[in-house]
């Protein structure tokens, strides 16, 4: 079975430029995760999907960032404009319907410069 | 306060020692009560996942979850090298049907030969 993928793995870019990270979860997954992990700190969760409906966003700068399910599948996290304390790795996570169990990808790990 | 209260070390046992690592929590809601494993520049695995108050044991593994302290310890009988990894706390409240996490910030374990 293949895992959480994550693209891009690195990326650098100057502060008030946009980026945007994919997550491809486990096939039939209905649960999507996205958390920012700084250095030093644990996961928070930025956002909740089940299927294609946000479940919890409470913890979204959604002045700057953005992210979307389409067709409960993949989805995008967005960030615009970026700024120098976003600087972390993000992680994306699913679990099928009815466990509990998250399964994380290798996450992305975003310096703004 | 943060919700979920995690030392974050390092802790340094040598090799076959019974490692103790804790987190608190403040909030009552939190039902739901996991143990993840990270490895350095990798995501979080799942190790343990508890619900009620008690222990839950698996191979070298222990979880114990005490609601009445809002305290909850995972214990690592013969420590490994391979143990080395940062452990992270985590747990989840119910919030309009679905499961929201939380996690604690992570202690850095050190098993050294």
């Known amino acids: 079975e293949a895992g959480v993928a994550q693209s891009p793995r690195y990326k650098i870019i100057e502060k008030r430029q946009s980026v945007a990270f994919w997550c491809n979860p486990i096939?039939?997954?209905?649960?999507l995760y996205w958390y920012q992990q700084i250095l030093g700190q644990g996961p928070k969760l930025l956002i909740q999907?089940?299927?294609?409906?946000?479940?919890?966003d409470s913890q979204l700068p959604k002045d700057r960032f953005s992210a979307e399910r389409l067709k409960g599948v993949d989805s995008t996290l967005k960030i615009q404009p970026a700024k120098l304390e976003d600087s972390a790795v993000y992680l994306c996570?699913?679990?099928?319907?009815?466990?509990?169990?998250?399964?994380f990808g290798p996450g992305t790990r975003l310096t703004v410069l | 306060q943060k919700e979920v209260e995690q030392d974050p070390g390092p802790l340094s046992v040598p090799e076959g020692a019974i490692v103790s690592l804790n987190c608190t929590y403040s909030?009552?809601?939190?039902?739901?009560f996991m143990w993840y494993r990270q490895y350095s520049r990798k995501g979080p695995e799942l190790l343990m996942y508890?619900?009620?108050?008690g222990n839950k044991e698996d191979g070298r593994f222990t979880a114990q979850v005490d609601k009445s302290s809002k305290y909850i310890s995972l214990f690592i009988r013969d420590s490994q090298p391979s143990d080395s990894a940062t452990y992270l706390c985590?747990?989840?409240?119910?919030?309009?049907?679905?499961?929201?996490?939380?996690f604690g910030r992570g202690t850095s374990l050190i098993v050294h030969p």
């Open positions: 996570a699913s679990n099928p319907s009815g466990t509990d169990t998250q399964y």
């Open positions: 096939s039939g997954h209905a649960t």
């Open positions: 999907f089940q299927n294609n409906g946000v479940v919890d």
């Open positions: 909030n009552s809601a939190f039902q739901y």
């Open positions: 508890t619900y009620s108050s």
């Open positions: 985590a747990m989840k409240r119910t919030a309009g049907g679905s499961y929201i996490p939380t």
